[in-house]
């Protein structure tokens, strides 16, 4: 289709290769691996280091995982090109825009110099102690949450609790993002929940919003699981008042600047290694709500901000993650062994709602490409912990806010 342009990649790949070949001295196995043309196909990426004089990747791990296996052969003949630049957001947009309340309480206490420099924000870490401050923070999310609430009732007719924990989970649908790891969790609770229908529970609200490849059939199941699963838990009066799933439609940037700032825990449960990045973490950090996350993306930095004391984080580390993958990874000895698993994810194969998805169970039990069974009692552990601090220590709730916007 493109004959000059044809032309001009071959030209590259030859000047390329003989280059390996004369002043390197590579063999034709490493070459043949590096180079642009190999086996009828034109490898892209290879193509875009070659040509670049600067390669990154979009957060301090992922330009890792490029230098250690994506692009390593490129990173030892021209380590000078590899470096990381973290992508970003526009931050004004999600907060002054998006947060008015915020932004007026910010106004008050640090100035408004943070508008056109926002490292200026860190000058609110030192409000950190400071109780009228945190409370007027708890009042800035609560009227959040209620302008949310006024929106959701208004679209789709279901009415939030603001006294709920507003946990989110908003990103593409796709299985490394592991949405089906919060929502197996969820019926896991909601089972826990017909067992134990006197137990003391804070209420949760759990939101989600997504958009799945046209394609992508099971990221298409884990929707449909979600909704039904929804159903479920609204047509059951002995739970519906303790926990509640909205799925948002037509997620857009919209519904997003209402989104963010009601948000209380921001969900960032990717298996680690697999997250470039994300950008929906630093929104949410932004506008106060706390990590729960994988060691992942741009998750790392945010937790080297914050401090281990400001962030929940599971899981397994990416070293971890690529040692399991070596030695084999059997999920079918932790379906087995675990009994909170066991039925969670019999009654997704079996049937809830009148619908089976067969198709999530078994590729839970017999592939779990992305380790959901392998991270899940560190994810409900961490879960545990969270919901004990909101529920019994609000004030240092307020403070591990009141850190992440100042260091974001």
Avoid at 62 to 82: A, E, G, M
Avoid at 185 to 201: T, V
């Amino acid at each position: 289709l493109l004959p000059r342009i044809y032309q001009i990649v071959q030209e590259i790949d030859r000047r390329f290769c003989a280059e390996l070949r004369d002043v390197y001295h590579y063999d034709q196995y490493d070459i043949d691996r590096m180079r642009v043309i190999y086996d009828f196909q034109v490898r892209m990426a290879n193509l875009a280091v070659i040509a670049s004089h600067s390669v990154n990747g979009v957060s301090k791990l992922h330009s890792q995982i490029l230098r250690d296996s994506v692009f390593r052969d490129y990173y030892h003949l021209t380590p000078y090109k590899f470096k990381n630049v973290t992508n970003g957001i526009a931050s004004r947009r999600w907060l002054y825009q998006s947060n008015p309340g915020l932004t007026k309480l910010l106004c008050d206490t640090i100035g408004d110099s943070w508008l056109s420099d926002m490292s200026h924000l860190k000058r609110f870490d030192k409000f950190s102690t400071d109780r009228a401050v945190l409370e007027r923070l708890a009042a800035v999310k609560r009227e959040n949450k209620e302008r949310l609430s006024k929106y959701v009732l208004e679209t789709s007719g279901v009415a939030l609790d603001p006294d709920s924990v507003f946990d989110v989970q908003v990103k593409r649908l796709h299985e490394y993002k592991r949405q089906h790891l919060n929502a197996l969790h969820i019926l896991s609770e909601y089972l826990w929940l017909k067992d134990h229908p006197n137990a003391p529970f804070l209420p949760k609200t759990y939101i989600f919003g997504a958009k799945a490849a046209p394609g992508y059939f099971l990221a298409k199941q884990i929707i449909k699981f979600i909704c039904t699963l929804r159903d479920v838990i609204e047509a059951d009066p002995a739970v519906r008042g303790k926990l509640r799933i909205v799925f948002l439609e037509n997620y857009s940037v919209t519904i997003s600047e209402l989104l963010m700032p009601a948000s209380e825990i921001s969900e960032q449960i990717s298996l680690a290694g697999t997250e470039a990045s994300g950008t929906g973490n630093m929104k949410l950090m932004l506008n106060g709500a706390i990590t729960l996350g994988t060691w992942d993306g741009a998750n790392v930095e945010i937790g080297q901000a914050v401090g281990p004391d400001n962030i929940f984080v599971f899981g397994m580390r990416t070293e971890e993650v690529e040692q399991l993958k070596q030695t084999g990874y059997y999920p079918n000895e932790l379906y087995l062994s675990n009994p909170v698993l066991k039925e969670a994810i019999d009654m997704i194969g079996s049937g809830i709602g009148g619908d089976s998805f067969d198709q999530i169970a078994n590729s839970l039990k017999n592939n779990d490409p992305y380790m959901v069974l392998r991270d899940f009692d560190s994810y409900d552990q961490q879960r545990k912990n969270l919901m004990r601090t909101y529920r019994t220590d609000p004030d240092r709730w307020q403070r591990m806010s009141l850190v992440n916007i100042a260091q974001s």
